[in-house]
């Protein structure tokens, strides 16, 4: 057997990505594991899931660093002292430093909600529903040094019902964040994933 794609996954609230993960984990379909699970809040409901799980968690609190940068190099040393191959940003609310980017280039995913380059930033949701878009989604990117503008690896489309609320269109979103999030990082633990420029090409093995 392939040896397992070594996640970290930050988080910085419910978790509910993180949850799908180790659930696709757990049922086989993604063959990796959660080497370590960092939440800048402490009040994270993610963390009651990685303990419920029996993943290792590490905390660290924007307030105790200096800068972005010493809270990254923290964060770096965190990982690497965990042996992460893949960092997965999974609702984690800070914007992150080139001191994490280039401790893992081409090695951090990030999961949006709409269809980027469409509403980046907070509140995609919102954003859609807003501008009257009649379609939404969501978005797996590789991350760069931007907000929400690295190379696009999957996306997933979801109607904008004349209703819809951020809640309600969040929902639905939400459920097709849970399926590509984990196809995402299954591909890249079969080495499909291609980075060319801002082109991501799957290459079939
Ligand atoms: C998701 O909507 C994700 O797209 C965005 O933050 C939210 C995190 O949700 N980046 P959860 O904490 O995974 O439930």
Known sequence: MADLL???VLISGNGSNLQSIIDNIENGSL???????????PDAFGIAR?????????????????SKDDFDAALVKIL??????????????????PTLLRAFPGRIMNIHPALLPSFPGLH??????????????????F???GVDTGPIIIQAAVPVMDDDTEDTLGARILKEEHKIYPRAIQLFADGQLEINGRK?????R
């Open 6 to 8: 070594k996640l970290g």
């Open 31 to 41: 063959k990796a594991v959660i080497k370590i699970v960092v939440s800048n809040n």
């Open 50 to 66: 990685a303990k419920k799980h029996g993943i290792p968690f590490a905390i660290l609190k924007n307030g105790d660093y200096r």
């Open 80 to 97: 690497k002292d965990c042996d992460v191959e893949l960092v997965t940003l999974a609702g984690f609310m800070r914007i992150i430093t």
């Open 124 to 141: 995609g949701q919102k954003q859609a529903v807003d501008y009257g878009v009649k379609f939404s989604g969501c978005t797996v990117h």
């Open 143 to 145: 991350v760069d040094e």
């Open 200 to 204: 991501v090409k799957i290459i079939n």
